[in-house]
């Protein structure tokens, strides 16, 4: 397994701004991933990070809204732009490791926007 | 595309009863790999246990079993002598050759005394 931090864990945040969260793995690894999971609901991936180039998005997700930086193997940002009350969810970065496809989730970001 | 369907939404059941969360799954991918996962009230996102498609072998560890069936498409997944401390929402998840994880709704399984 890896060792995942994510900052912020929570935060508050006002209609209309942006918040950049933070994924730092203790080891070098091939392959994150960013999630949403909106209350009471599963989660739905919303990007590959991918170390070097531009992240993958899933539809339904795109990068002005969802920017994702991924400057090296042990870390990655995603940031939740010109944020509304319906981006309230937590957000779960993961690492995963091949060739198992086993997936390590972070502790999450619980973000609300009022 | 991978789907994960968990049919049971919420199981309620009293300390020490077995319980069976089901998850049944649909694939096209030849080989892929299924998981569960569990979250407690805290919320963070717990690993329990990795198959892939061509190990159907069944695995045991400790009060948790688990229960791969291809031929019905399901991998079930069994509390014996539930706890309070068993009580959280489990996830079912798959992944092809892709790689991406596609979860299952969920079921919330509540432990009381």
């Known amino acids: 397994s890896a060792v995942i931090s994510q900052k912020p864990s929570r935060d508050i945040c006002q209609r209309g701004t942006s918040l950049t969260i933070q994924c730092q793995v203790d080891s070098q690894v ?3 991933f960013w999630y949403r999971q909106q209350p009471g609901q599963s989660l739905t991936l919303i990007a590959t990070a991918n170390q070097g180039s531009e992240a993958t998005y899933e539809s339904g997700f795109v990068i002005d809204k969802f920017p994702i930086s991924r400057p090296n193997l042990t870390f990655s940002t995603l940031t939740v732009s010109n944020m ?11 690492v995963g490791r091949e060739p198992t496809y086993e997936q390590y989730f972070g502790p999450g970001t619980r973000l609300t926007v009022t | 595309a991978q789907k994960v369907t968990q049919a049971q939404t919420e199981i309620s059941v009293v300390e020490k009863e077995d319980v069976t969360l089901d998850c049944v799954y649909e694939t096209r991918d030849t ?14 996102l717990v690993f329990l246990i990795r198959r892939n498609s061509f190990d159907e072998q069944n695995e045991i560890s400790g009060r948790y079993s688990w229960n791969f069936q291809k031929s019905t498409s399901s991998f079930n997944f069994t509390i014996t002598a539930s706890q309070v401390v068993d009580s959280a929402v489990y996830f079912c998840a798959s992944t092809g050759t892709a790689s991406k994880l596609t979860f299952g709704t969920g079921t919330r399984l509540q432990v009381t005394l």
């Not at chain 2, 080989?31 to 963070?44: A, H, N």
């Open chain 1, 84 to 94: 509304s009350p319906e981006d309230s969810s937590i957000y779960l970065c993961s």
């Open chain 1, 30 to 32: 091939t392959m994150m």
């Open chain 2, 31 to 44: 080989t892929y790999y299924l998981f569960w996962y569990k979250q407690p009230p805290s919320g963070e």
